[in-house]
RNA sequence: CGGGGAUUGGCGCAAUUGGCUAGCGUGCACGGUUUGGGACCGUGAGGUUGCAGGUUCGAAUCCUGUAUCCCCGACCA
């Protein structure tokens, strides 16, 4: 570990971060273009998304499973709009076992059409809808353009793949896990989104409407965070997988697909950390707590292993007893970790039977008496959570601009940047002509975005909704 | 994929016009003194200069190719 680093993150938030992931050991760069190493301390946040959103999930009577990461060629191209899509960044197996393969398998982007050929075979009744299944895995999308944890060619995620009776059903499973990303962002991860659905361009190649949530970062541009599809009949008709309803008749399946990736975690590092590091918030933290007691001080080291004991059977808490370094290292240390709460013991509190605590996201000190220790952590790691997401929740709201001058989104653009709403005639040329002028384009129309009269932006004409518009990551 | 920058002990960097045994900081190991906001002294280990070719008496330095990373675009979730 070097000493600070190179640059801040006002001064340069690329660098800021790219340095910062690696040497907080969250991640490192692989020896393969694009793609990267996630090293244990990066992959417990991911353990930790993984429990909150599994428990969600299987509460739902979504049921995990596994499919390979090989498809075969010919599954993908069975949608033409997914296909279409996901072409331009597939990697494709062409020779297996020394051999050139009589048809190409395709490294899975994501799992729609092996794992609905799949569904295909195990149903022939309504009686056997909805089909509920959801898989943790990896994904391979060859990105001209790599970002660690924001934008690699491999990445994890858990995708669910659900198949329903009828599209209200349906639709209702699409806005639940759409809910669920809301509350894994705001109650887990401490960041605060916008949620809609995406314009006719912007929604994903196949389904035919696409939920989002949108998330702002330092910079000004938007993060997509997750993102939830009403894939309605598109693909049961085109696998031509239909079952039999009550009548004996054709049912093609209403299906929806839903994703949440190790992106998060770059959203993570990005909203919370500052100049000194990380800045986890208490919920995902991998450890909550670390006690630090200063070195050389006899009475401060029972005291912090006392107190060690204690704490850990409540708390994700860890003792740092590491011999050589001083006390101000073992500071600088946790709080590039990102720790939330440090303890400092010495000998001066030992002796009136207290510690210091200090606060990471604020860095501030107080010193507890150890009978009111539990209590003060409670609180403290409710108020860590707590303010992390209402700053967040302040900075998105102070960059959110009600814009009805096409000059003055022009000026946001090119300056500040942030979330725009404005008017939008909801055509594809207006969107196009704006992303080539201004970079920044439709996010999503918020969900319960009132109706309101207005004119486009761009071309003047009637609007009914004001759209949430970026630049995008 | 287009434009620009980079690649030298683990990390960050230096090495004049092509010229001596490729240096410095940090980190690492060992010993000692330290330890309340990134301690200090001493000793030591660690390099075929990203990789593959070429030019030359001589290459970290010049040429060609190639790989990877960063920045800016196009693409994309």
């Given at each position: 570990?070097?000493?600070?680093?190179?640059?801040?993150?006002?001064?340069?938030?690329?660098?800021?971060?790219?340095?910062?992931?690696?040497?907080?050991?969250?991640?490192?760069?692989?020896?393969?273009?694009?793609?990267?190493?996630?090293?244990?301390?990066?992959?417990?946040?991911?353990?930790?998304?993984?429990?909150?959103?599994?428990?969600?999930?299987?509460?739902?009577?979504?049921?995990?499973?596994?499919?390979?990461?090989?498809?075969?060629?010919?599954?993908?191209?069975?949608?033409?709009?997914?296909?279409?899509?996901?072409?331009?960044?597939?990697?494709?197996?062409?020779?297996?076992?020394?051999?050139?393969?009589?048809?190409?398998?395709?490294?899975?982007?994501?799992?729609?059409?092996?794992?609905?050929?799949?569904?295909?075979?195990?149903?022939?009744?309504?009686?056997?809808?909805?089909?509920?299944?959801?898989?943790?895995?990896?994904?391979?999308?060859?990105?001209?353009?790599?970002?660690?944890?924001?934008?690699?060619?491999?990445?994890?995620?858990?995708?669910?793949?659900?198949?329903?009776?009828?599209?209200?059903?349906?639709?209702?499973?699409?806005?639940?896990?759409?809910?669920?990303?809301?509350?894994?962002?705001?109650?887990?991860?401490?960041?605060?989104?916008?949620?809609?659905?995406?314009?006719?361009?912007?929604?994903?190649?196949?389904?035919?409407?696409?939920?989002?949530?949108?998330?702002?970062?330092?910079?000004?541009?938007?993060?997509?965070?997750?993102?939830?599809?009403?894939?309605?009949?598109?693909?049961?008709?085109?696998?031509?997988?239909?079952?039999?309803?009550?009548?004996?008749?054709?049912?093609?399946?209403?299906?929806?697909?839903?994703?949440?990736?190790?992106?998060?975690?770059?959203?993570?590092?990005?909203?919370?950390?500052?100049?000194?590091?990380?800045?986890?918030?208490?919920?995902?933290?991998?450890?909550?707590?670390?006690?630090?007691?200063?070195?050389?001080?006899?009475?401060?080291?029972?005291?912090?292993?006392?107190?060690?004991?204690?704490?850990?059977?409540?708390?994700?808490?860890?003792?740092?007893?590491?011999?050589?370094?001083?006390?101000?290292?073992?500071?600088?240390?946790?709080?590039?970790?990102?720790?939330?709460?440090?303890?400092?013991?010495?000998?001066?509190?030992?002796?009136?039977?207290?510690?210091?605590?200090?606060?990471?996201?604020?860095?501030?000190?107080?010193?507890?008496?150890?009978?009111?220790?539990?209590?003060?952590?409670?609180?403290?790691?409710?108020?860590?959570?707590?303010?992390?997401?209402?700053?967040?929740?302040?900075?998105?709201?102070?960059?959110?601009?009600?814009?009805?001058?096409?000059?003055?989104?022009?000026?946001?653009?090119?300056?500040?940047?942030?979330?725009?709403?404005?008017?939008?005639?909801?055509?594809?040329?207006?969107?196009?002509?704006?992303?080539?002028?201004?970079?920044?384009?439709?996010?999503?129309?918020?969900?319960?975005?009132?109706?309101?009269?207005?004119?486009?932006?761009?071309?003047?004409?009637?609007?009914t909704h004001r759209w949430l518009f970026a630049q995008s990551y």
């Open positions: 570990m070097s000493k600070k680093f190179i640059k801040t993150k006002s001064e340069d938030l690329s660098q800021w971060y790219n340095d910062l992931v690696v040497k907080s050991e969250l991640a490192d760069y692989a020896p393969v273009k694009g793609c990267m190493i996630i090293r244990p301390y990066g992959y417990a946040i991911w353990e930790g998304i993984q429990s909150y959103m599994d428990k969600f999930i299987k509460e739902k009577g979504v049921q995990n499973a596994y499919f390979p990461i090989f498809i075969p060629e010919s599954f993908l191209k069975k949608e033409k709009e997914h296909v279409k899509g996901f072409a331009p960044e597939l990697a494709v197996v062409t020779i297996g076992g020394g051999q050139e393969l009589t048809e190409k398998l395709v490294i899975r982007p994501t799992s729609e059409t092996i794992m609905y050929e799949m569904y295909k075979k195990w149903t022939q009744s309504w009686r056997d809808l909805p089909v509920l299944m959801n898989q943790w895995c990896n994904v391979v999308r060859w990105e001209k353009r790599t970002y660690l944890f924001l934008r690699t060619s491999e990445f994890l995620w858990q995708e669910g793949h659900c198949a329903h009776i009828d599209d209200q059903e349906n639709q209702e499973m699409v806005s639940w896990a759409l809910d669920l990303y809301k509350k894994t962002y705001n109650d887990l991860l401490a960041i605060y989104g916008i949620t809609g659905v995406k314009s006719e361009s912007e929604k994903f190649a196949g389904a035919s409407k696409t939920y989002t949530i949108e998330t702002l970062m330092p910079n000004g541009k938007a993060l997509q965070s997750a993102t939830s599809h009403n894939l309605g009949q598109k693909f049961s008709k085109s696998f031509e997988w239909s079952v039999q309803d009550k009548n004996g008749d054709k049912l093609y399946p209403y299906q929806n697909s839903w994703g949440l990736s190790t992106r998060s975690i770059g959203a993570l590092i990005m909203v919370h950390g500052d100049d000194n590091g990380l800045v986890f918030p208490p919920q995902i933290a991998p450890t909550q707590i670390v006690i630090v007691p200063i070195p050389n001080h006899s009475k401060a080291v029972k005291l912090s292993n006392t107190l060690f004991d204690n704490l850990k059977t409540n708390y994700r808490c860890q003792i740092d007893e590491v011999e050589g370094e001083s006390a101000g290292f073992k500071f600088n240390k946790w709080e590039m970790k990102g720790v939330p709460v440090r303890i400092e013991i010495g000998d001066k509190e030992a002796e009136i039977d207290s510690v210091v605590i200090v606060r990471r996201d604020t860095l501030e000190k107080q010193t507890v008496k150890i009978t009111d220790l539990n209590k003060t952590i409670d609180q403290l790691l409710i108020d860590i959570q707590s303010n992390l997401l209402e700053k967040h929740k302040k900075f998105t709201q102070d960059n959110t601009f009600s814009v009805d001058s096409y000059d003055e989104f022009k000026k946001i653009m090119s300056t500040t940047r942030g979330f725009v709403l404005s008017h939008w005639c909801e055509s594809a040329e207006c969107e196009a002509k704006i992303k080539e002028e201004t970079k920044a384009a439709t996010r999503c129309l918020p969900t319960n975005q009132k109706e309101e009269d207005g004119v486009c932006i761009y071309c003047g004409k009637k609007s």
